[in-house]
């Protein structure tokens, strides 16, 4: 399923990284340690966190992602929204819970490992 | 001039709740007198409560106490803060508790016992001292370094915690003094695994007295102070760290 679509279902704000909403999501991933993200996750994921500190962009970048969901109303750091700006990330903001929100992509494109 | 000396720099008091009262200003400093331990440092979790009765009841000991917490960071990350100056532990204390939401369970968490330094019980912390502050780590080094005190990454080789567990990596905007390693793994290990341009230092984290002195860092230094330490981390005007 394409990025646009995942956005409009799951009513997601967008922050940074308009430009790429065509890209295809290969599966999701939640988790807070970034250590276990840079472990675990696949190309093209679609990462769901709370975390907010700048890190999260290096990782989307270093794993080749499709985007980040910030949940639960956190707002991400000014650095970590610069960043995002600068390496072209898909940031994406959400009020609710990682629970929800990995239950709701679940739904939407399933479990692809 | 110089004399080497044996730091511990990362023991919690009974005042965690992941200890018990054996953690008390006597029970540490006897404990840390058998390790020949010159040097400790007292880092409770968010808090610096019972520090300055450590730092009493060694005034007639041979042992330097320094005041610090281990602050959890917004990111879930550890760093220990260390001063020389207890007022300035309580300083950053007083930022932490204004950004640390929630109340101790003590069934849940265990009991956070504030003493003095003639081991009598003064009340209970009714903080959630093992929770996490709302404070970002930036924020929290730059506060340590406005107050002369001493940034350290507490346990970078567990998973739980860490600054390499929670963030993946170190940013490089951070200027901590130094990285700290557990008992669990070696000098020699922690240089193989972790390739950052900071010094390293070992400490045991204890929260029992027999752990006391597990891990220790050597340091040749001409007191047992922060600001000597930090001299020594940057190999300055003769301070330098000893394997
Ligand atoms: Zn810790
Ligand atoms: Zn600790």
């Known amino acids: 399923m394409k990025l646009r679509k995942i956005i409009e279902k799951l009513q997601l704000k967008v922050l940074t990284g308009q430009e790429n909403l065509e890209a295809e999501v290969t599966g999701g ?4 340690l970034l250590s276990d993200v840079i472990a675990n996750s696949k190309n093209g994921n679609l990462w769901i966190t709370l975390q907010t500190h700048q890190n999260i962009i290096a990782v989307a970048k270093l794993k080749d992602l499709s985007g980040i969901i910030i949940v639960n109303k956190r707002e991400p750091d000014g650095d970590t929204l610069q960043k995002a700006k600068e390496e072209n990330v898909l940031l994406l903001g959400s009020e609710e819970k990682a629970f929800d929100v990995s239950g709701k992509l679940y739904g939407l494109i399933g479990s692809k490992d | 001039m110089f004399k080497p000396f044996k ?36 880092c409770d979790h968010n808090s610096s409560e019972n520090s300055l009765a450590v730092m009493n009841a060694a005034k007639r000991m041979n042992i330097s106490v320094l005041p610090g917490l281990e602050v959890t960071s917004q990111e879930e990350v550890h760093v220990l803060a260390l001063f020389d100056d207890a007022e300035k532990a309580l300083k950053l204390q007083e930022r932490v508790y204004q950004n640390l939401p929630g109340e101790n369970d003590e069934k849940a968490f265990g009991m956070q016992v504030i003493v003095n330094e003639n081991e009598e019980v003064l009340g209970l912390n009714n903080k959630l001292l093992i929770g996490a502050t709302t404070l970002p780590l930036e924020e929290i080094i730059q506060f340590i370094h406005s107050f002369d005190g001493m940034a350290i990454a507490s346990h970078i080789d567990r998973e739980s915690f860490s600054i390499i567990g929670q963030l993946g990596f170190i940013p490089d905007n951070l200027d901590l003094d130094a990285l700290e390693i ?13 390739k950052y341009n900071y010094p390293i230092t070992c400490s045991s984290d ?15 230094l001409e007191e047992g102070t922060v600001a000597e330490i930090k001299k020594a981390l940057k190999n300055k005007e003769g301070r330098k760290m000893i394997r």
């Open chain 1, 29 to 32: 991933y939640t988790s807070d």
């Open chain 2, 7 to 42: 730091a511990d720099l990362h023991i919690h008091t009974c005042l965690s709740p992941c200890t018990e009262l054996d953690m008390s200003p006597k029970g540490i400093l006897t404990a840390a007198k058998k390790k020949e331990i010159d040097i400790l440092g007292i």
């Open chain 2, 206 to 220: 204890a929260h029992y007295p027999e752990d006391i002195g597990k891990c220790f860092t050597s340091f040749l």
């Open chain 2, 182 to 194: 557990s008992p669990a793994i070696t000098f020699e290990e922690a240089k193989r695994r972790f």
